[in-house]
């Protein structure tokens, strides 16, 4: 409990601190009622996460790592101090929004699993409404664009981990969940993004941008991630040179590979990957191809 | 840290219904980002706490519970979902205001004790400018305004616990804390009230008023108090007739108690109430005097 009342202490803070960006310290203690020997720890463990400074009597938040004051074209952006998940928040949003919150109470990952989503990190949702048949294109569009983008701003060498995990030199930095809600000709997706950008991942196997670059502003990588998703159509209208650069990306093929499945765990070398975003995998002479929705978790034995 | 997460999102429907009582469940999701199911059992457990009714469509917080519904005249009132302490957001706000909270993240008790501030009660700090001669007798006044508003409106048979607890039969119902701010010629007090209304104690030897009487809408409670409150200057001119009151409501005298100082503990009978609030105990023959500041805990030995 007494992470949980620090983590509680923070959000009050985030919440006042996104309602104005720069606050005496006397004001920010008569709004969040905490003292202020405990505010100037609890300042200080923030600026590792945030890009703030503040001194004994002010403390200003970059509005640059802060994406309300983002305002991207065609776009609704709404951001929360704390949600359930931005997934079920972006429901009500409708397509063309992001939906973006400083801490998940409930993240949702593949398979329903949870994960962390902390301070510092991008927790979104993209929801657009797009014809039917770009559906299976969109984790694979969605993985390549955001590690096309962590690469084209930070240099630091991000692939893709199949089906869509983004990490680097196989520690996970992002992930991605598609889901939808179709209707007659078209349907309405939310992508899950979330990327480990100045948060303390926490998780073993994890890594932060901030630990590879340091802390960046997380406005430049949200600026560049919408513009591409905005340009979405012309890269699924373009799907060999889509799945052709998915390939490129891949960290996963030629690897010895544990698949786990409902039906249990098969071991073998990742050998191809089928155009559908399907994965070959090379087993005691046999060839199984798993999709993205039977493979519960897919991890490298080397 | 499951506990953590269900108070985390109670907070986040709370915050979302202080901006306005009434919500369809579907936006209430939208803005809160739990899932229908989650949202249902929440607001199940909410409404045990709070003056709330909902169906599959909607949620309405009766307005008699909501705090910052109150505009009671001549002073100003401040309803936060969570603060860290009223007591130190009360410092920013100035004389003739009353700061409350949903949630305390470090209640402060007497000689920085903790104590628990959760969903449902009324955690209030109460700030006045009052003449230097007042001090002394503003927590005697506190216990009595406390005991007589419970008393009036619910015939309870509250009573004082020396030095100002509020019990019903044994069991603390209320707790007050006066810290104060000293001018040339006057003062800023902040009288710190706590009262087990409609929340769940949690702790041993301690009583909601809803384990009484049932639920209650805060606001009735809240109105007197203040309106009492608003009158100190009476209160406290007839001084002989306040220690007197004061005298009535006490539940102590003549009984066997224990007396915790930071010099030892002590047992003996509560004899007498000096005219300062100080507590006269018969121990071995001797009389013994203590102020409320020397002692650390009061307890009843039967």
Chains 1, 2 share one sequence.
Do not use: C
């Not at 303390?200 to 802390?215: M, Q, R, S, T």
């Not at 039906?263 to 994965?279: F, T």
């Amino acid at each position: 409990m007494v992470l949980g009342e620090k983590l509680l202490m923070k959000l009050l803070i985030l919440s006042r601190l996104m309602e104005r960006n720069e606050w005496h310290i006397k004001e920010l203690i008569r709004e969040t009622g905490i003292s202020s020997e405990r505010l100037n720890k609890l300042l200080r463990e923030l600026s590792k996460n945030y890009l703030m400074t503040y001194d004994e009597s002010s403390i200003v938040w970059n509005p640059a790592d802060i994406p309300s004051t983002l305002k991207p074209w065609g776009w609704r952006l709404y951001h929360y101090p704390v949600l359930g998940s931005t997934q079920d928040a972006a429901r009500g949003h409708g397509p063309w929004s992001i939906v973006i919150a400083e801490y998940l109470i409930e993240a949702k990952g593949r398979h329903g699993r949870s994960w962390k989503a902390n301070l510092g990190g991008i927790w979104a949702t993209i929801s657009l409404q797009v014809p039917s048949e770009w559906a299976p294109l969109l984790p694979i569009a969605a993985s390549v664009i955001v590690a096309k983008t962590l690469n084209s701003l930070y240099k630091i060498n991000a692939k893709i981990k199949w089906p869509n995990d983004i990490v680097v030199n196989g520690s996970k930095i992002a992930g991605i969940l598609v889901e939808a809600e179709a209707f007659p000709n078209s349907f309405i997706a939310y992508i899950g993004i979330g990327i480990n950008v100045n948060n303390n991942p926490g998780v073993e196997g994890a890594i932060a941008l901030k630990d590879l670059v340091g802390l960046k502003p997380r406005n430049q990588l949200l600026a560049s991630l919408i513009g591409r998703f905005s340009r979405m159509g012309k890269i699924v209208d373009e799907k060999e040179k889509l799945i052709k650069t998915y390939k490129e990306y891949l960290d996963t093929l030629g690897r010895k590979v544990i698949v786990e499945t409902h039906s249990g765990v098969i071991e073998g070398i990742a050998e191809d990957l089928r155009d559908d975003g399907s994965i070959v995998i090379a087993s005691e002479g046999r060839e199984l191809v798993f999709d993205p929705i039977t493979v519960l978790r897919l991890r490298y034995k080397d």
